[in-house]
C-alpha cells in the first residue's frame, strides 16, 4: 500500500536550498532531488541548478556550490521522544549532464532537464531503486516533494511541517507514444514551483519512474498537467556512473551518513515555533 511504501522511500527525498537562508526561521527551498546512489549523488533538475548558478552572488565570482545545501530530513528518537532533524549537506560539485545515448536508442526529444549534486562528506545514503520496463497510461503514480517551498513548510506563519509532502496522481499519456525511449510522461498530478526534482513512483513498489521537471500552465494558472522525465535515461545514466574513477575516489573520503549524524548535535538550533522536538543539524 502506499503509506507503506511511502514510509520506506521518503528519507531520499531532499530539498535544495539556499546555503544563507533569506529566511531566519528556516532555509529558502528552491527545488527538489533524490538520492540516486548512496554515496551521496542527488538527482535533480538543471533548470534548479540553472537557478543558484544565476544567483547574484555567483555572478560577482563567489562559489557557486557555497551558495547551496542539500536538506535532509530524519526522523529520529532520542531518549524515547521522537523529533525530526534536518541536516544541511555541503555540496562537493555540479555535474550538468551532457549524456550522449547509444546510437540504437531513438529519442524524441532534446537532452532532458536533468543535473546531479555530488555531496562533499557523507555516504551511506537511501537511495530509491529506479524503474526500467514499460511506462502505461492509467498507473497509479505517486511524487514526493517541496510544493512553494518554504512556504507550505510555514503557511501558518512558522515552520509547522518539517517532512516533504505526498502527491497521488496517474499517468495520463507517454510522450511521442508507447516506445521504448519516450521522451516524457504526462501525469494526472498538480504540481507547483518547489516540486522540480521531485521524484515520481509507482504506488505499489516505490520504483522510480520518472522526475517532475513541469507543469502545463494555462492563462497564468497551473493546471492538472504535469510532465516527468522517464526513468530509463537516468538508469542509462546510472549504469554509466558506476566506472567513474572520479567517484569511487571521492567516495573513500566520505564518512558514513550513520556516523556523520552521531557526530552532531540535533538540539544544537531549534526553529522559533510552539511545535517542541524538532531541530536541525549544523
Known sequence: MIKDVYQELKPAVVAIALSRPVDKDFFTIIGTGFFLREDGIV???KHVLDAINNLPQV????DPFKEACVLMFIEREVDGKRFMSVLPLLIDKFWLVNHTLPPEVIFYGNQPDIGLIVLKDVRGCPTLKVYKGEYREGEAIAASGFPLGTSTLKSVGHIHQLTPTLKLGTIGAV?????ESPHSLLLDMMV???SSGSPVFLQDTGEVIGIVNSGMVENGHGTNLTYCIPSWYFK???DKMED????NELRKRKTPLKEWIASRNPHRQVPKTPISGVGWLQ
Open 43 to 45: 538527482l535533480t533538475n
Open 59 to 62: 555572478k560577482a565570482g563567489s
Open 175 to 179: 510522450l511521442p507514444f508507447t516506445c
Open 192 to 194: 507547483q514551483h518547489g
Open 236 to 238: 542509462e545514466l546510472l
Open 244 to 247: 567513474k574513477a572520479e567517484l
